[in-house]
């Protein structure tokens, strides 16, 4: 089976602090991305890679950054952590699959998110 | 760009009933694919069920299935015999290709309909 493990289920930080969200997958999944979760808001998507080193911004990148040095590993850095960060953070990674006529789509697993909370 | 509608934010059904989950989706995309998440409390989320847009014939996932209705850019979830551990936060979700190449996928979520089955 796929896993997904996130370093931390629930964090308390103060505003202004350095914060860092780890994620590992152990699939060799090419794809690993970052979401927050908000009530009523649904996912939003922060930030994804597609290789090491490799990353794009999502729809809200502001005021977050990521890391990926090693395959498996995604990281998510708040550099000054904000009380409007407070949310549920959830990694998610993707197998590459080869559909009909040679389409490709990636069905995403889910790690079980961290709760963060900037006081 | 994308968007996904959840017009359900919440809905109930009791053990053993039939249940439909509603999702519209805006796109100018021919070529896509279509997700139901599953978000147990507490719990990681799953893949429930997937459709492919150049597929005709609607998905079937055991007592899952969709109602795809491409021209109407309608996905519904409908879940047969509803069971307690069917109570969850579902999201369904839009995903195109990023570039050309095909290398990289993007999901865009809807709000989520919390479903509680009742015994």
């Known amino acids: 089976d796929v896993k997904v493990t996130q370093s931390s289920r629930y964090l308390v930080k103060r505003t202004g602090e350095k914060v860092f969200l780890e994620c590992v997958q152990d699939?060799?999944?090419?794809?690993m991305f970052w979401y927050r979760q908000d009530p009523g808001l649904g996912l939003r998507l922060i930030y994804f890679?597609?290789?090491?080193?490799?990353?794009e911004k999502g729809d809200i990148p502001e005021g977050y950054s990521v890391s990926r040095e090693k395959k498996e590993r995604f990281s998510l850095i708040l550099e000054s952590a904000s009380t409007n960060q407070t949310s549920m953070y959830l990694c998610?990674?993707?197998?590459?699959?080869?559909?009909?006529?040679?389409?490709?789509?990636?069905?995403?697993?889910f790690g079980p998110g961290t709760r963060l909370t900037v006081t | 760009a994308q968007t996904v509608t959840q017009s359900q934010p919440e809905m109930s059904v009791q053990e053993a009933e039939t249940v439909t989950l509603s999702c519209t989706y805006d796109?100018?995309?021919?070529?896509?694919?279509l997700f139901w998440y599953k978000q147990p409390p507490s719990r990681q989320m799953i893949l429930v069920i997937r459709q492919e847009a150049y597929k005709q014939q609607n998905a079937t996932e055991n007592r899952f299935s969709v109602n795809f209705q491409k021209a109407a850019k309608s996905f519904s979830l409908k879940i047969s015999d509803s069971q307690l551990g069917d109570t969850a936060m579902y999201f369904c979700a839009f995903m195109k290709a990023l570039n050309s190449g095909g290398s990289n996928y993007k999901l865009t979520f809807g709000k989520g309909t919390l479903l509680t089955v009742n015994p």
């Open positions: 998610a990674s993707s197998l590459k699959y080869v559909g009909q006529g040679g389409k490709l789509f990636y069905e995403q697993y």
């Open positions: 890679s597609y290789d090491v080193k490799m990353k």
């Open positions: 699939m060799d999944h090419e794809n």
């Open positions: 796109t100018s995309e021919n070529n896509y694919y």
